[in-house]
């Protein structure tokens, strides 16, 4: 599967984006997506996963209430909304997929295909 992450940009505090990962094939509906960043001089962390066909949506507590995970598949896209931007959520994003059926969906050794990464600047 080849990912492709696009949608970052520099947006002000308080702003939003979407970041938005399409798929080289169907995979979404099917498989575990995340997306996670990784900030200058800091280890790559974890930011939001899904699997849609059990139903389930999981987020870092950093971002809870302020991000929401989404897919399309129709177009074997995810998306990444993003609201309420802060400066600490400056990082570049990456999305990934797992094609396993049982793992921690926070850690990145779980993702079998990752996406370029795309910058997110947030200035204050």
């Known amino acids: 599967v080849q990912l492709q992450a696009f949608g970052g940009g520099l947006v002000q505090a308080g702003g939003s984006l979407r970041l938005s990962c399409a798929a080289s094939r169907r995979t979404f509906s099917r498989d575990a997506v995340g997306w996670f960043r990784q900030a200058p001089g800091k280890e790559r962390e974890f930011v939001a996963a899904?699997?849609?066909?059990?139903?389930?949506?999981y987020y870092a507590d950093s971002v809870k209430g302020r991000f929401t995970i989404s897919s399309d598949n129709a177009k074997n896209t995810v998306y990444l909304q993003m609201n309420s931007l802060k400066p600490e959520d400056t990082a570049v994003y990456y999305c990934?997929?797992?094609?396993?059926?049982?793992?921690?969906?926070?850690?990145?050794?779980?993702?079998?295909?990752w996406g370029q990464g795309t910058l997110v600047t947030v200035s204050s």
């Open positions: 990934a997929v797992s094609l396993r059926f049982s793992g921690s969906y926070s850690y990145s050794a779980f993702y079998d295909y």
């Open positions: 899904a699997r849609w066909s059990a139903g389930s949506t």
